[in-house]
C-alpha cells in the first residue's frame, strides 16, 4: 500500500488549502482513511478520519476542516478552510485496513498500518 500526499504549501492566515492522498494498493472505500499532523517539537496528533460513512474531528479543526474520498480516483482530501497559524505542520495521510466505526480507534495512531512521507503545511503571513 502506498500512500502519496500533495497539496501543502505557504498560506496566509484565514486562507484555505486541499490536500490530497493518491492511495494504491488498497482502496480508500474498504478503509479507515486519515489524516494527523506534526508541528515542530511536538508529538503527532490526530487530524480527521473517515470510515464507512463516518467522519471525525478533534475540536480544533472541527468546522474548519473537512475530509472526503474520491472513489473513482481512489484519493483521500483534506479541505482546510480558516487556516490559523497554529494550524502549521506536517500533514500526513494514513489508511487502516479494519473499518473503525467509533472515535475511540479512528483517531488513534495506533489503529493504521499505512502512512504517507507528508506535505509541509505553513500557515503564516
Known amino acids: 500500500v502506498q500512500l502519496v500526499e500533495s497539496g501543502g504549501g505557504l498560506v496566509q492566515p484565514g486562507g484555505s488549502l486541499r490536500l490530497s492522498c493518491a492511495a494504491s494498493?488498497?482502496?480508500?472505500?474498504?478503509?479507515?482513511m486519515g489524516w494527523f499532523r506534526q508541528a515542530p517539537g511536538k508529538e503527532r496528533v490526530f487530524v480527521a478520519a473517515?470510515?464507512?460513512?463516518?467522519?471525525f474531528y478533534p475540536d480544533s479543526v472541527k468546522g474548519r476542516f473537512t475530509i472526503s474520498r474520491d472513489n473513482a480516483k481512489n484519493t483521500v482530501y483534506l479541505q482546510m478552510n480558516s487556516l490559523k497559524p497554529e494550524d502549521t505542520a506536517v500533514y500526513y495521510c494514513?489508511?487502516?485496513?479494519?473499518?473503525?466505526?467509533?472515535?475511540?480507534?479512528?483517531?488513534?495512531?495506533?489503529?493504521?498500518?499505512?502512512w504517507g512521507q507528508g506535505t509541509q503545511v505553513t500557515v503564516s503571513s
Open positions: 473517515a470510515s464507512s460513512d463516518m467522519t
Open positions: 494514513a489508511a487502516a485496513s479494519t473499518i473503525y466505526l467509533t472515535p475511540e480507534f479512528s483517531t488513534s495512531q495506533a489503529s493504521y498500518e499505512y
Open positions: 494498493g488498497r482502496t480508500v472505500t474498504s478503509s479507515t
